[in-house]
């Protein structure tokens, strides 16, 4: 396959690091904003009380970010989550397999979480780029002084890689070669400085940044994957790449009946699980055997162990959203099953875990149906970090990551603390005088009593979604604005309206940036699918020819802006280019067009 095949089949054309910089800076001055982020929506980690916390012996600002999913798979995605007050990265998950064709759509949060989107949707090697150039732009804004205001002293943050799927796959060379390249990207790093040279970042292009852009590693394996796979695995990882290690488990290990109960109590009972998913899946006793001798032999090994909970659980597709017979569920839920698992596991290998107040060997991290309501919850138990996906997914997107993490801050304030360790040990203590076993008893309770976890039940979260009778259309529409926020990609972007249209805003769409997950069409309140109706706009010539459906390529010609509609489409392009045109309008450097670094990668692919 060439260069040009490869980029075209995959479902993304991630943005260069030198027009994603670009991007940047002429938002900034013209709006305000950064990757279409309010600064009300920034969040200063420096300006409440300390969110510090650990994870596998590296300190992070705050115990929160996004989890391995759409909110991590490009760089800009990256810079929004940090943007937003995370300070821990689960990196979408890579795996040998990197030319998936996965069905589209692949993401339904209409209610709770679906999704049949499991795994990387770019080639590995783009995957190690857009890693090292989140981890460059995060380091550039945090130089460049003019967020200082909003952003105060940022702290640390960590990138944490997310493998997967079996052990061929992760020892083979392609998968080996980028675990070592992430944990030593000086080749990569020193081939995109010159990207920045000629930009407003360039008195920044030698900033200093750490070839290492992870060292820790959260597995996340197949439902079904044998117990001595995940053992090897985790111990490959640990000697033959020297990574400290989580282990991601899946709600099965709750076993079949006691799942079904509990969906059922929760008022899930349409939702259908297979008894075959369970029987081959980790069980319990197995999986407490695995924690505790994997526990063993990191410390043997000078190494750090923890578990994560928990995977999706897999159920059989009833909805007809989502083209696939098996999709994965996430959010509410979720939070509940894997709490009770948690509570279980706690319960059967006393002193093993950091959890509750107790000081075991094995951390605990979380990402199970986390928001701005239960946040303080979990981490008060000790979890950390606790990572979020399905709420990122609804309206607000990223920007609901600082209310997530100034909702806690206040927390705190009121239990009159002035960290989150002193709130751990607070509600720990609160746990223990008001008779409990420990404050993870108190709040598994909570969640299972019909009236403190009632937010946690079916007809709390399967609400109906706002609609409007009326077909989208190319121009103008309710203008809500939540095509942009819930998309996880920032493809979508809003512009001002020309006078001519008489409208307040247009939107249009980053092709290249849209993978069609369906979240866009999931939430607009009118008829139609936004990613397909809006403006669809390329700056790859090569992505341009191979899509259809309208279309316009953005671009150069001798020296001036210019617009190329596909046939059909040519009745539109003046009104987009007044659109883009505005002193607000399109904030992407068209004198800097992709076609031109696609160009020069070509060249230093063949010189290679």
């Known amino acids: 396959m060439g260069a040009d095949d490869a980029m075209v089949h995959e479902p993304l054309t991630p943005q260069s690091l030198g027009l994603l910089a670009d991007r940047i800076h002429r938002e900034w001055t013209s709006r305000r904003r950064i990757f279409d982020l309010p600064t009300s929506r920034f969040f200063d ?31 800009q995605n990256l810079v929004l989550g940090w943007l937003g007050g995370g300070r821990l990265f689960e990196l979408k998950t890579v795996q040998v397999l990197d030319e998936l064709d996965i069905p589209r759509p692949c993401i339904d949060v209409a209610g709770v979480g679906y999704n049949i989107e499991w795994s990387q949707e770019l080639q590995i090697p783009r995957s190690l780029e857009e890693y090292v150039k989140g981890r460059f732009l995060i380091e550039l804004l945090t130089a460049w002084g003019e967020l200082d205001p909003f952003l105060g002293d940022p702290g640390a943050h960590v990138f944490d890689l997310s493998v ?184 059967s290998a006393p002193g093993m875990l950091r959890v509750g107040g107790h000081d075991g060997p094995v951390q605990v991290s979380w990402s199970a149906g986390i928001d701005k309501e239960n946040l303080a919850d979990a981490v008060g138990l000790g979890i950390v970090p606790a990572t979020v996906c399905s709420d990122l997914l609804r309206p607000g997107g990223y920007g609901r990551l600082a209310p997530m993490l100034t909702t806690l801050g206040r927390t705190i304030d009121e239990s009159g603390g002035s960290s989150l360790r002193e709130f751990v040990d607070f509600r720990s203590a609160e746990a223990f005088n008001d008779g409990a076993r420990d404050s993870l008893a108190v709040y598994t309770a909570q969640l299972h009593d019909p009236v403190t976890g009632a937010r946690y039940r079916a007809d709390a979260t399967t609400g109906p ?102 046939t059909g489409w040519e009745s539109e392009t003046a009104t987009l280019a007044e659109t883009l045109g505005g002193p607000d309008g399109l904030p992407i450097a068209t004198e800097r067009p992709e076609a031109v670094i696609d160009e020069a990668r070509r060249h230093a692919r063949r010189a290679d």
């Open 465 to 566: 979604l706002r609609e409007v009778d009326h077909d989208l259309e190319m121009w103008g529409c309710v203008a809500c604005n939540l095509c942009v926020t819930v998309c996880p990609n920032d493809a979508v972007m809003k512009l001002p309206s020309p006078e001519s249209l008489g409208h307040r805003w247009e939107y249009v769409v980053l092709s290249e940036l849209c993978n069609d997950c369906g979240n866009c069409n999931t939430f607009c309140p009118e008829r139609g699918d936004p990613a397909r109706i809006k403006p669809r706009l390329f700056t790859s010539p090569h992505r341009f020819e191979a899509d259809t459906g309208q279309a316009f390529l953005i671009g150069m010609a001798d020296g001036v802006p210019s617009i190329t509609a596909r």
């Open 45 to 75: 980690v420096s300006a409440g009380p300390d969110l510090t916390a650990e994870f596998l012996g590296r300190e992070i600002a705050t115990p929160l970010g996004p989890a391995a999913g759409p909110h991590t798979q490009l760089a």
């Open 164 to 347: 997967g799927y079996d052990l061929a796959g992760i020892a083979s060379p392609g998968v080996a070669a980028f675990i070592d390249s992430i944990a030593d990207a000086s080749t990569v790093i020193d081939r995109l400085r010159p990207e920045l040279l000629g930009g407003p970042f360039a008195h920044l292009a030698d900033i200093e940044l750490d070839p290492c852009i992870a060292d820790t590693v959260t597995l996340s394996t197949f439902h079904g994957c044998p117990p001595d796979e995940i053992e090897k695995i985790t111990k490959h990882l640990m000697t033959r790449h020297g990574l400290d290690v989580i282990v991601k488990l899946n709600p099965t290990l709750l076993g079949f009946g006691q799942v079904r109960a509990l969906l059922d109590a929760l008022g899930y009972g349409d939702l259908r699980i297979r008894p075959e998913d369970f029987a081959a899946d980790l069980r319990f006793e197995r999986g407490l055997e695995l924690i505790g001798g994997l526990s063993e032999f990191a410390t043997e090994a000078g190494r750090r162990f923890g578990i994560k909970l928990t995977n999706t659980l897999v159920v059989e597709n009833d909805r007809g959203v989502l083209p696939s017979d098996t999709m994965y569920l996430s959010g509410e839920p979720l939070h509940v099953l894997a709490m009770t698992l948690l509570d279980q596991l706690h319960i």
